[in-house]
């Protein structure tokens, strides 16, 4: 589903002209109307609590190409004892990635603000979620913003082993089966690169994102 909002509605700097590291901006809010503006600019939110709201582009950016996924041969038996359902229960799904890093004792940006836009993103059907059930229990998930052609995934979390890599060989799946013609993984990840995703200069991932939506 592309979505139906003028890419225009909030300008952005250009993302072109960021630094490395990818800070495009600073503030604003977490309306939907001006979320869903960054992800069209090929830029998303993250930030602690502590800070204003940080819009970023970063470069290189971490994608993978659905084709390109990996999966092991330990995997491929693993996936077999999950239940993988999608949109079945977003919100358990974006909380369980903030939990899961707060049990941890690490820094999370996924605030209750956060929940709240995305939550009603997914209602309008401009966000997804996958989820992994073992013996009827959420143990994995992972969700992002749908953009059409591209998924920019947002978080993933697993509280049983390869749960979480099982929702990611779910949705290069699902994304094969749409034709998608990347997942957006934002930043790199030595765990993400083992299942195939490679960095891609900012620059042709906007060029690609841009080609993207004039279809």
């Known amino acids: 589903m592309i979505p139906q909002v003028n890419r225009y509605t909030y300008i952005f700097p250009d993302p ?19 979320v869903m ?12 609590e502590s800070d204003p709201i940080l819009w970023w582009s970063p470069d290189p950016r971490l994608v993978l190409f659905p084709k390109d996924i990996k999966i092991s041969k330990s995997l491929q038996k693993s996936m077999k004892k999950f239940e993988v359902k999608i949109d079945h ?13 707060i049990n941890k004792g690490e820094n999370t940006w996924i605030l209750e603000e956060v929940i709240e836009t995305y939550s009603e993103l997914h209602r309008e059907g401009l966000a997804k979620s996958f989820e992994v059930y ?3 229990e959420l143990v994995g998930g992972l969700y992002g913003i749908d953009l059409g052609k591209i998924f920019c995934g ?7 082993s390869d749960a979480s890599k099982t929702a990611l060989v779910h949705l290069a799946h699902y994304c094969l089966e749409k034709g998608y013609e990347l997942i957006d993984c934002q930043v790199p990840s030595d765990h993400l690169k083992r299942m195939g995703a490679i960095e891609m200069e900012r620059d042709e991932f906007l060029d690609r994102l841009e080609k993207s939506l004039k279809k």
């Open 134 to 136: 073992y013996e009827g």
């Open 16 to 34: 072109r002209r960021s630094s490395k590291e990818g800070l495009v901006a600073w503030g604003g809010d977490l309306s939907t109307k001006r």
């Open 89 to 101: 229960d977003f919100e358990s799904v974006i909380r369980a990635c903030r939990n899961v890093r």
């Open 154 to 160: 947002e978080s993933m979390f697993s509280i049983k």
């Open 37 to 48: 503006s960054a992800y069209l600019q090929g830029i998303f939110p993250w930030y602690n």
